[in-house]
């Protein structure tokens, strides 16, 4: 709080918006499923509530903490989410629901460790490239760690498997990278070796081709992989401009595993319309670009990564989440952030806001360009206009 | 409605148009029929109508009688683009399918079953069900008695159950049935439409009228089908062959679940299920899932699960007898009828075909008759030909009559066998048709003694 300044007021409530309107969705989603499952069609509600609360809380304990304070956490949450990752697939240990091994569970909580990795993996890179300032044109020093990094941490959750996550954690690091001034040459590189790789990957395991076909068209398979996305596409189709009315959406018709999670969003198209998704999508764009008006306003280069850190991971999982459901990206496990069922995903994203919250609270007006820091080559460490275009 | 001294043109003419001539008649309506068909040709139909004042034209239809009707009805034979027809329907005059005009007059609740498949044995399950819960209904529509004649009865039944095509359902306006079932769509009947996705907006024309209080049972197996629940204005509930449904009928260790959208689960066992084939397991949860509906009780349900035949000479059960079980599939003509009765079983069966040649390739038949056919006895002006194309592949004989046929195939049988009357041919050799091919079979049948009983070889 070292300019006392008052933390950015619309990036907290859009924040709240968006939750609160993904606590309704959930109800909506999720109310038939619960009562026939557990007797209680508040059951999601309540647990999603209970999330948000707890994770409004840890926001605003992160809103008041020096967010430098992270600098001395990067290291420590790092290994702790490696360690975690590891002991989700130990062989003694694993607890799989749908196939894969995704929870860690005590007792009743239960607790996604991949989420707590993105958080990590954002933090030591904000860390790492301020610290390597002026070295990254490096490939040993600027380049090298960073990719090592990820390259365990994706190893780790594509064993469990969750294939979603992985494209995640690369996406952050290469953005990153890349606005951190890395050459071009590393990066390009890396993903034209990622590509034999990535095709071995998805052939490997029978399911992972199967979704990759499917999204080219459902209907070829439409009473198994296809059957999920053909019902988003008939849900968007239904909900037309302003939707069927929220509660009276047809998708709770079917036992669809994942419509209170991962495919909420066809959710919203089908009970909100066209208008509940234009919101939606608009909440997510100003929430970005608010999210990046407190990286450009940081402080110091810390702050900078930080925040441009902590907005792609809302960015990226939001690009993610829609483009599967709207079937222009292939279908894999991603939550829309504070929208989704999902407490782990709910409380990182929050805790994601409230270090944005923080250093805008640090930040000072709009400074000139002599005192913004620039990457080695002149690449501002501020997003290209394709971080977020693509809404 | 009123039709007193209406001038209402029927189009098309044969059972329906009858029916509805005689029901537009006796509401004092001026009829005038128009066929594209000749007198010759309509003989029994003219014969059916002798003495009401009806006019005619035969032969082809001709334009100002259509602009002159003040109602046109049209039978479902009748494609409802021809010309014109447009034509009328461009100067606004009503035209509507027989099943509308039908509708506008019925004071019951309606159970309309539409789908490409099934119809019929749905519509029949679903008759018998009510039956059995004590409840009365009239079933006919497509199949046995037209609608329209049902509603020139004092309409006494508490339920009309009625299966309803895709062309009949075009050219409906108003219809609305209290429950409607669509079983499946899948690219039949491409000669009558201009593309498939006319067919679909055809079926789905059954839900155009429910509103909240109506039901519509889909199958959440067929994506088109499915489709309509993001469509339909009414409550919609499923029935799914391969995954559970939260409300609705699906199968669960070896029985229908039924799940009502109190959470309430409602078993019943296929233990005793006599009908065959994977589509007679959907048409069953179809018939379970709209009699749930109408509040019958589960028990009655159960007894007609448990004793319903199938529809004749549809793979229709017949008798079991020392632990032998004979199915009439009379109607099986063609050698993928056959196909799909031999897939329904997985026991040991005796199959009795043959007849006229219908001209057809046997070699379909082959690796099932190899699998699953203990014995084939051939008959019919057939019997040489198939010999030569199936017989290496099980133990075959040739007989002269059916008599004979059933003797050997029960002799040859042992408890656990299906003896079998699937032809994969016509029956015109030997019978008048298929319908007295099926009933002489199980007449001979009914009429066999004990296993001591060895037919003659």
């Given amino acids: 709080m070292s300019s006392g300044r008052r933390f950015d007021p619309l990036l907290l409530v859009t924040t709240m918006i968006l939750v609160s309107l993904g606590i309704i969705m959930v109800y909506s989603a999720s109310f038939v499923i619960a009562g026939q499952r557990f007797g209680d069609s508040y059951h999601f509600l309540k647990k999603q509530a209970m999330a948000a609360a707890l994770g409004i809380g840890l926001m605003f304990f992160v809103t008041k903490m020096n967010y430098h304070r992270w600098q001395i956490l990067a290291l420590p949450l790092l290994a702790l989410s490696g360690l975690l990752l590891g002991i989700l697939i130990l062989p003694g240990l694993r607890h799989e629901i749908g196939g894969s091994a995704r929870w860690l569970r005590f007792s009743f909580l239960s607790f996604q460790p991949a989420e707590l990795a993105k958080l990590a993996l954002v933090i030591y890179l904000a860390r790492s490239l301020t610290k390597k300032e002026g070295k990254m044109k490096s490939f040993k020093m600027g380049f090298l760690p960073h990719v090592i990094v990820l390259g365990v941490l994706f190893a780790l959750v594509l064993k469990q498997p969750d294939f979603g996550t992985g494209i995640v954690l690369a996406a952050l690091v290469f953005l990153l990278l890349f606005a951190a001034g890395t050459r071009l040459l590393f990066l390009g590189s890396a993903v034209l070796a990622a590509v034999?790789?990535?095709?071995?990957?998805?052939?490997?395991?029978?399911?992972?081709?199967?979704?990759?076909?499917?999204?080219?068209?459902?209907?070829?398979?439409?009473?198994?992989?296809?059957?999920?996305?053909?019902?988003?596409?008939?849900?968007?189709?239904?909900?037309?401009?302003?939707?069927?009315?929220?509660?009276?959406?047809?998708?709770?018709?079917?036992?669809?595993?994942?419509?209170?999670?991962?495919?909420?969003?066809?959710?919203?198209?089908?009970?909100?319309?066209?208008?509940?998704?234009?919101?939606?999508?608009?909440?997510?764009?100003?929430?970005?670009?608010?999210g990046f008006r407190a990286c450009y306003r940081a402080p110091d280069l810390f702050g900078t990564y930080l925040a441009l850190g902590m907005t792609l991971l809302i960015a990226i999982q939001t690009f993610l989440n829609m483009g599967v459901v709207m079937g222009l990206l292939p279908t894999k496990g991603s939550t829309l952030p504070f929208i989704s069922y999902g407490g782990t995903s709910l409380m990182i994203s929050l805790m994601a806001v409230g270090i944005l919250l923080n250093i805008s609270s640090q930040g000072g007006e709009l400074r000139d360009e002599n005192h913004h820091r620039r990457g080695g080559d002149g690449r501002a460490s501020l997003p290209g206009p394709g971080s977020h275009g693509s809404f | 409605?009123?039709?007193?001294?209406?001038?209402?043109?029927?189009?098309?003419?044969?059972?329906?148009?009858?029916?509805?001539?005689?029901?537009?008649?006796?509401?004092?309506?001026?009829?005038?029929?128009?066929?594209?068909?000749?007198?010759?040709?309509?003989?029994?139909?003219?014969?059916?109508?002798?003495?009401?004042?009806?006019?005619?034209?035969?032969?082809?239809?001709?334009?100002?009688?259509?602009?002159?009707?003040?109602?046109?009805?049209?039978?479902?034979?009748?494609?409802?683009?021809?010309?014109?027809?447009?034509?009328?329907?461009?100067?606004?005059?009503?035209?509507?399918?027989?099943?509308?005009?039908?509708?506008?007059?019925?004071?019951?609740?309606?159970?309309?079953?539409?789908?490409?498949?099934?119809?019929?044995?749905?519509?029949?399950?679903?008759?018998?069900?009510?039956?059995?819960?004590?409840?009365?209904?009239?079933?006919?529509?497509?199949?046995?008695?037209?609608?329209?004649?049902?509603?020139?009865?004092?309409?006494?039944?508490?339920?009309?159950?009625?299966?309803?095509?895709?062309?009949?359902?075009?050219?409906?306006?108003?219809?609305?049935?209290?429950?409607?079932?669509?079983l499946n769509i899948t690219e039949d009947h491409l000669d009558r439409y201009p593309n498939f996705q006319e067919y679909i907006r055809a079926k789905g024309m059954i839900f155009q009228n429910q509103d909240r209080e109506d039901w519509a049972v889909l199958n959440a197996d067929d994506p088109l089908t499915f489709q309509f629940a993001h469509r339909v204005e009414c409550q919609v509930i499923l029935f799914s062959a391969q995954r559970p449904v939260p409300v609705g009928s699906f199968l669960e260790k070896g029985g229908i679940s039924f799940q009502g959208a109190d959470g309430k689960k409602t078993r019943f066992s296929l233990e005793r299920l006599k009908i065959r084939g994977a589509h007679n397991l959907e048409n069953l949860m179809a018939a379970i899932t709209a009699c749930m509906i109408c509040g019958c009780p589960p028990e009655a349900l159960q007894g007609v699960i448990d004793e319903f035949p199938g529809l004749e000479h549809r793979l229709e059960w017949v008798r079991d007898m020392d632990g032998v079980t004979f199915f009439n599939d009379s109607k099986g003509t063609n050698v993928g009828a056959v196909v799909k009765s031999l897939v329904s079983f997985q026991r040991p069966i005796l199959l009795i075909a043959g007849g006229r040649d219908k001209g057809g390739d046997y070699g379909p038949l082959k690796r099932l008759i190899a699998e699953r056919v203990k014995g084939m006895a051939l008959i019919g002006e057939a019997k040489e030909g198939m010999d030569g194309a199936l017989g290496g592949l099980t133990e075959t004989v040739k007989v002269d009559t059916l008599e004979d046929a059933v003797h050997w195939a029960f002799s040859k049988a042992v408890p656990g066998d299906v003896v079998l009357l699937s032809p994969a041919c016509s029956s015109f050799d030997m019978f008048e048709n298929y319908q007295e091919r099926g009933k002489r079979f199980k007449s001979i049948v009914y009429g066999l003694e004990g296993h001591e009983f060895t037919g003659p070889r």
């Fill in chain 2, 1 to 182: 409605m009123d039709l007193k001294d209406k001038k209402v043109l029927v189009v098309g003419l044969a059972r329906t148009g009858v029916a509805a001539v005689r029901f537009l008649a006796g509401r004092g309506a001026r009829v005038k029929v128009s066929d594209a068909k000749p007198a010759g040709e309509l003989g029994a139909a003219l014969k059916a109508l002798g003495g009401l004042p009806v006019e005619w034209e035969l032969g082809g239809h001709t334009l100002p009688t259509f602009l002159k009707a003040d109602l046109i009805v049209v039978s479902p034979g009748v494609p409802m683009d021809v010309e014109p027809l447009a034509k009328a329907r461009a100067e606004g005059i009503p035209v509507m399918s027989e099943v509308e005009l039908a509708s506008r007059f019925l004071r019951r609740p309606l159970i309309a079953i539409t789908g490409t498949n099934g119809k019929t044995t749905t519509t029949t399950l679903i008759g018998e069900m009510l039956r059995a819960c004590g409840k009365s209904a009239f079933v006919g529509g497509n199949i046995g008695n037209p609608l329209i004649e049902y509603v020139a009865t004092p309409q006494k039944e508490e339920w009309v159950v009625a299966e309803i095509s895709s062309f009949q359902l075009e050219g409906t306006l108003k219809f609305r049935p209290k429950i409607s079932a669509l």
């Fill in chain 1, 196 to 290: 034999p790789a990535f095709f071995y990957l998805a052939t490997r395991a029978h399911y992972r081709m199967e979704r990759l076909l499917i999204y080219l068209n459902p209907w070829n398979d439409p009473s198994n992989a296809g059957f999920q996305i053909i019902q988003s596409f008939l849900a968007f189709g239904a909900g037309k401009v302003f939707g069927v009315g929220l509660g009276d959406g047809r998708q709770k018709l079917f036992y669809l595993p994942e419509v209170h999670t991962d495919f909420i969003f066809s959710v919203i198209g089908e009970e909100l319309g066209l208008v509940g998704v234009t919101v939606v999508i608009g909440l997510f764009v100003f929430l970005i670009i608010r």
